[in-house]
């Protein structure tokens, strides 16, 4: 390992920090170093506040090392004035006389003028230093930027014989068929932490009545993204409680867009381009992700549709023997992991998995 790897994989584990509280922005840690010594460090926390950058010079004690420092960022400095300043006109002032980035923005209009800056201010700049990783890290960011729509994750538990749910009747009280154990439920909430949507369709709506929140793990509660096409969830379910943002992509929404507190309702055409126009909506709302937690229905048509990234599928040791049927899904298994009573794969979609 080199000594700029070295600095830049502290400036990925200290991005990691802000995973689930920086979206829609990337997250992006920075280090300082005089004398192949950290002088200073930082990271992203938040949205809206400083970026790493900052955070990283701010921390340095003694100012006057500065100009004789490196300064390793995982992600190319910003070089528009947005909610902060930008960071690379901070590098420039602060008299740093090099750089070391991870990777480049990813959105065409702003990568490579941050770079650019710097150099024109005749500061030395080293670019691609473990890009991989640090490409890998914001896959979420870099997928919102280049494909126009969030990163995918699917998500469902199914029994050993391949059902994901029993048959049920509408007169039943609705409660979800327990297939989960308690350790892949918290992680299932880690993850709706991490995020910033969560789907469902109609009769995961109706059947299950979910709240869709974060409760077993620390963080933020997922925007709650419900496709209720007639309008037939009852009003008094979880969902429409209002203590959660939620939008309802629907054809009866009767004033196109409807908004009552956290709740709105989008009228939506659902055609063959249901899924598409949604992202299209999702994208003016800056969501980069979302966790589908729906039914077999919804699950298979983004499958059939190559609109996923990763998919975690629990396989339970209960049997049903006859049910709903899981989704059918190929792809490249990334990870398998055997928790109690369960097994999870963790699997990548063949083409769209990582982003190069």
Not at 17 to 22: E, R
Not at 93 to 110: E, F, H, M, Q, T
Not at 134 to 140: H, I, T, V, Y
Not at 160 to 172: A, L, M, V
Request: charge should be negative; charged fraction near 25%; aromatic fraction near 10%.
């Amino acid at each position: 390992m080199t000594i700029d790897e070295k600095y830049m994989y502290r400036c990925l584990q200290l991005a990691s920090n802000g995973k689930g509280f920086v979206s829609p922005n990337p997250m992006v840690g920075a280090v300082v170093v005089h004398d192949n010594k950290i002088i200073g460090e930082g990271y992203h926390r938040q949205y809206g506040e400083s970026h790493a950058e900052v955070n990283a010079i701010n921390s340095v004690k003694n100012k006057s090392q500065l100009k004789d420092s490196t300064i390793y960022v995982s992600l190319e400095p910003c070089s528009h004035y947005g909610k902060t300043p930008p960071c690379a006109q901070l590098i420039i002032d602060s008299k740093i006389s090099r750089v070391v980035v991870g990777c480049l923005d990813p959105y065409p209009a702003v990568s490579g003028r941050g770079i650019k800056m710097l150099q024109d201010s005749e500061i030395d700049v080293r670019v691609g230093v473990l890009e991989k990783e640090a490409r890998e890290l914001n896959k979420e960011f870099f997928t919102a930027q280049t494909k126009c729509r969030p990163y995918i994750y699917l998500k469902w538990a199914q029994t050993s014989d391949g059902f994901i749910d029993r048959i049920r009747n509408e007169k039943e009280d609705p409660k979800a068929t327990p297939i989960s154990n308690d350790f892949s439920r918290m992680l299932v909430h880690k993850k709706r932490a991490e995020v910033s949507a969560i789907m469902i369709g109609t009769n995961t709506a109706i059947k299950d009545n979910p709240s869709l929140t974060t409760r077993y793990w620390y963080g933020n509660d997922p925007i709650r993204i419900i496709l209720d096409r007639e309008g037939r969830i009852p009003a008094d379910y979880t969902v429409f409680d209002k203590k959660v943002r939620t939008m309802v992509f629907t054809e009866k929404a009767p004033f196109g867009e409807d908004v009552i507190g956290n709740l709105t309702f989008i009228n939506i055409a659902f055609d063959d381009q249901l899924l598409h126009n949604i992202f299209s909506i999702l994208r003016q709302y800056h969501i980069d992700s979302v966790l589908v937690e729906g039914g077999s229905k919804l699950l298979q048509s983004f499958i059939d549709e190559g609109l996923w990234d990763e998919t975690f599928v629990e396989i339970s040791s209960l049997t049903l023997e006859q049910g709903v049927k899981a989704p059918l899904i190929d792809g490249h298994v990334l990870d398998e992991k055997n928790w109690g009573s369960s097994m999870h794969v963790h699997m990548g979609f063949w083409d769209n998995y990582k982003i190069i």
